[in-house]
């Protein structure tokens, strides 16, 4: 299995060169950690082959990158599933992880552990993949960190897990394995997320990707 892992992303000016590059590359998922939508772009007529959380508030509108990309996909391929939740909301915007699989069906979960953290799980069949979100790192303490390690851990299947860099001595602490202990990989500091997992000997490939806009992504190969 082969994922693409992008942050931050507002809009894409190049969906169409962007899904070419991954048909290329033969990428089976496409992970953004953080994509926004307007909510003045309206709702999508219909929408197919898409799971969303089911928290109350998950919803895609018509500008969400993530569903654009589905769309795109879905052209010459309805293999493709889309699931999405949204993290954080405004009266004009949302904020979430959308996850984009071929061949797989996704499931979603969420486990608010209090105000200022929670993780989105993401299940997309043969692994798992956890992100922890929080409002402000300074208010974390490490007990509120055990709990999301406790709730990862205890899945049957190997977890890759992304979070803010302030959080690596706990979890390595813990046994979680960082970027620099997986068999290659060339992360730069462009990329200011950090990724952990509990199965490195199933990471075979972890290395930087450039967009066609220009930004840094993750490319990550799964034996």
Not at 84 to 100: D, E, S
Not at 128 to 136: M, N, S
Not at 157 to 172: E, H, I, Q, S, T
Request: a neutral charge.
């Amino acid at each position: 299995m082969r994922m693409i892992v992008m942050n931050h992303v507002q809009k894409m000016r190049n969906i169409t060169e962007f899904v070419q590059q991954a048909r290329i590359m033969a990428v089976d998922a496409i992970l953004i950690l953080s994509a926004e939508q307007s909510v003045q772009s309206g709702t999508p007529d219909t929408v197919y082959n898409v799971v969303l959380a089911d928290d109350g508030i998950s919803r895609l509108y018509r500008d969400n990158p993530a569903l654009l990309i589905h769309q795109v996909l879905c052209n010459t391929s309805q293999t493709w599933q889309l699931g999405w939740a949204t993290q954080m909301l405004t009266p004009t915007a949302h904020r979430g992880v959308g996850l984009l699989v071929q061949h797989e069906t996704i499931k979603l979960w969420r486990r608010i552990i209090n105000a200022n953290i929670q993780i989105q799980v993401m299940d997309m069949g043969q692994y798992v993949v956890g992100i922890i979100v929080v409002k402000d790192t300074r208010l974390v303490r490490r007990a509120m960190l055990q709990r999301v390690h406790d709730l990862l851990k205890a899945q049957v299947k190997p977890v890759l897990l992304f979070g803010p860099p302030v959080f690596a001595n706990d979890l390595l602490a813990w046994g979680w394995l960082a970027r620099h202990e997986f068999t290659q990989q060339t992360l730069t500091k462009a990329w200011d997320w950090e990724v952990w997992c509990d199965c490195a000997d199933e990471v075979g490939v972890l290395q930087t990707y450039r967009l066609p806009e220009g930004r840094e992504g993750l490319i990550i190969d799964f034996k």
